[in-house]
């Protein structure tokens, strides 16, 4: 697990373009609207820094959380957002896509509630990732809401869907603090050695 000494709140773009990043690694948060991404984000950060909403649409801006001055988190609108007009949500993806091939990014972690098989947007963005030279992570998001047996059972079940060994799944609930220490470590994989002695 990565010691967090700093968090600094970078603030939020409408689309992924925004000017002058500053060139460090950044690790994205993506997933369908209301999987739980802000809330992973803040377990993950040990603080509230990410909204958590009751109502899908949360995060509608893209924001950035700048972590020891070493590494940004990148908190990402959920897709498959009901209200966003079709126009808009092409607009979105496009935007998403070409962002998808910033040199910075380093990794991304893709949620995926556990209850659920992966829909239609959820395996549109696996295809595109698997497309690319990018390295993520399958989290699979509020594993509190099932039983030990039900959470192997979707386990099984989303891997075999997604076509990814299930043993890559991780399991975690922002709830009860579960999956912390195994997303850090897939975290701290992406980034560059001198990078992850750095914030060990
Ligand atoms: N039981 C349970 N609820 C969770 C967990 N993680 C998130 N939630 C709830 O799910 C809802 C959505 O959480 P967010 O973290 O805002 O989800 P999001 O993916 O950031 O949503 P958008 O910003 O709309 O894309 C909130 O009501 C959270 O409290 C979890 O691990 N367990
Ligand atoms: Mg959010």
Redesign the pocket.
């Known amino acids: 697990m990565a010691k967090i000494k700093k968090v600094e709140y970078w603030g939020g773009t409408l689309t992924p373009y925004k000017e002058n990043l500053p060139d460090l690694p950044y690790i994205l948060f993506t997933?369908r609207?209301?999987?739980?991404?802000?809330?992973l984000l803040n377990m993950l950060l040990q603080r509230k820094v990410a909204h958590?909403?009751?109502s899908?649409?949360?995060?509608r801006i893209i924001n950035f959380f700048a972590i020891n001055d070493l590494i940004a988190f990148v908190d990402l609108?959920?897709y498959g957002y009901a209200k966003v007009s079709k126009e808009m949500r092409k607009k979105w993806e496009d935007a998403l896509r070409k962002f998808l091939y910033h040199p910075s990014i380093q990794g991304a972690v893709c949620l995926i509630d556990i209850r659920h098989p992966p829909g239609k947007n959820d395996r549109m963005l696996i295809d595109l990732l698997l497309s690319i030279p990018i390295n993520f992570r399958v989290v699979l998001?509020?594993a509190?809401?099932l039983s030990k047996n039900q959470q192997v059972r979707m386990r099984n079940i989303i891997a075999r869907e997604l076509k990814i060994p299930d043993e890559e799944l991780i399991v975690s609930?922002?709830?009860e603090k579960i999956g912390n220490e195994e997303i850090w470590g897939a975290i701290l994989n992406f980034l560059p050695e001198s990078v992850r002695e750095k914030l060990r």
Do not use: F, I
């Open positions: 997933g609207s209301n999987v739980g991404k802000s809330s958590v909403g009751k899908p649409g949360k995060t609108p959920g998001s509020k509190d809401k609930s922002a709830k």
